[in-house]
C-alpha cells in the first residue's frame, strides 16, 4: 500500500521569501508519480506540479519545484517569492502507474503568508 | 474547456434520506475519479472509470454507495441511507489516458451535510 506523509501541518512564510513543503513517501512499486495540489478556502484542487518516478531532473512549473531525492523518498515542494494568494492548504500525493493511477495523498500543510 | 463541474455544490439531507450527485467531466476526458475528503484531511479515494467501465469500487465506504457512469461520459454517485458519518466534501476528478502526466483535474465538489 502506499503512504503519503506530510509532517508540517501549518507554516508561516514572509511574503516574497522562499518556503519548503515537506513530502515523504512509501510504496515499493518502481513506476509512480508525485504531485502537490493547492486547495484555496474556496475548496477546488488546483493541480501545481508533477514528478515522474523515472524522471532525472526536478519538476518546475514557474515558481513552483519540486526537489526530488528517490533514495530518500521525499518530494518537497519549494515554492519562490511567496505571495499573499500562495496561502491555501497544499496536498502531496502519488499515484501508481499502471494501476489505476487513483491518487493518495497527505494529510496536507495549511501554507500562511505574511505580508 | 468548461471543466469539470459537479452539482449540486452543497447538499443538505436527513439521515436515512438517499442522495445524488452529478459530475460532469472534460469532455475528452476518458478517466473519471470518485474522491471523499473530510475536514482536516486529504481527500480519499473511492471509485474510478474509464470510458463506462468502472474499473475500481472495493473502496466505496459501504455498500450503501454506488456509482454509475452510463455513457462514458458524466457520472453519479449516490449514497443510500445516508448517516451523519457521511457528511464531507465529495470531489470528482477528470484525467485523459495516454498523456505521460497522468494529472487529474478536479471539479468544486459538492458539499454533503447529514442532519
Known amino acids: 500500500a502506499q503512504k503519503i506523509t506530510q509532517t508540517q501541518p501549518g507554516m508561516f512564510v514572509q511574503e516574497k521569501e522562499a518556503v519548503t513543503l515537506d513530502c515523504t513517501y512509501d510504496?515499493?512499486?518502481?513506476?509512480?508519480?508525485l504531485f502537490w495540489y493547492k486547495q484555496p478556502s474556496s475548496g477546488e484542487m488546483i493541480f501545481l506540479i508533477y514528478q515522474g518516478s523515472y524522471d532525472q531532473q526536478n519538476a518546475t512549473e514557474g515558481r513552483y519545484s519540486l526537489n526530488f531525492q528517490k533514495a530518500r523518498k521525499s518530494a518537497n515542494l519549494v515554492i519562490s517569492a511567496s505571495q499573499l494568494g500562495d496561502s491555501a492548504m497544499y496536498f502531496c500525493a502519488m499515484s501508481i502507474h499502471n494501476a489505476g493511477n487513483m491518487l493518495t495523498f497527505g494529510g496536507g500543510t495549511r501554507l500562511m503568508v505574511k505580508p | 474547456d468548461t471543466g469539470v463541474s459537479q452539482d449540486p455544490r452543497h447538499k443538505i439531507t436527513k439521515r436515512g434520506q438517499n442522495v445524488t450527485f452529478r459530475c460532469d467531466p472534460i469532455s475528452e476526458h476518458n478517466r473519471l475519479y470518485w474522491y471523499r475528503q473530510t475536514l482536516g484531511q486529504g481527500p480519499e479515494f473511492l471509485t474510478y472509470f474509464q470510458n463506462e467501465a468502472q474499473l475500481e469500487k472495493s473502496r466505496l465506504l459501504s455498500d450503501r454507495f454506488s456509482a454509475e457512469r452510463p455513457k462514458g461520459s458524466f457520472s453519479t454517485l449516490e449514497i443510500q441511507r445516508t448517516e451523519q458519518g457521511d457528511s464531507a466534501m465529495y470531489l470528482c476528478?477528470?484525467?485523459?489516458?495516454?498523456?505521460?502526466?497522468?494529472?487529474?483535474?478536479f471539479g468544486p465538489g459538492t458539499r454533503l451535510t447529514v442532519t
Open positions: 476528478a477528470s484525467s485523459l489516458v495516454g498523456l505521460v502526466v497522468h494529472e487529474q483535474y
Open positions: 510504496t515499493s512499486d518502481p513506476s509512480y508519480g
